[in-house]
């Protein structure tokens, strides 16, 4: 069993609150379908998502969700990991997270795999 890591944007800088939490809910909600889709098709995976692990966390208690509070922790996963899954949401390539999990990755020699949606 290989374990991935699934990377992801997932904070948004829309000015407006309220667009704000909607963007960063459709993200969790993408992460979510994409770890459901992983359990039918790459079966000897384990997906592990930050997103889904801390989303609901930092929701309830008003932590941040920038990529300088998560890094440590973020860290820690993609040490593990056997391989890194990038989810290309809309944003991923402007994501300072998504930007800064790569190039940890790479400097650990771990392969790096782009993904859509349910692919």
Same mark, same amino acid.
């Given at each position: 069993? !290989?374990?991935?890591?699934?990377? !992801? ?39 592990? !998502? ?6 609901? @966390? ?11 509070? /998560? ?14 899954? @990038?989810?290309?949401?809309?944003? /991923? ?27």
């Amino acid at each position: 069993m !290989s374990i991935v890591y699934l990377a !992801s944007p997932y904070t948004s800088h829309a000015s407006d609150p309220s667009v704000k939490t909607r963007i960063e809910e459709e993200r969790y909600q993408s992460c979510l379908d994409q770890v459901r889709f992983s359990l039918d098709h790459a079966q000897h995976f384990t997906v592990y !998502s930050p997103v889904l692990h801390y989303h609901p @966390v930092a929701v309830k208690h008003g932590l941040p969700g920038d990529y300088a509070f /998560w890094k440590r922790r973020n860290d820690d996963f993609l040490a593990v990991a056997s391989e890194v899954w @990038v989810l290309c949401l809309k944003g /991923w390539k402007e994501s300072k997270g998504v930007a800064g999990e790569v190039a940890y990755a790479e400097s650990l020699g771990k392969n790096i795999i782009y993904v859509y949606p349910g692919l």
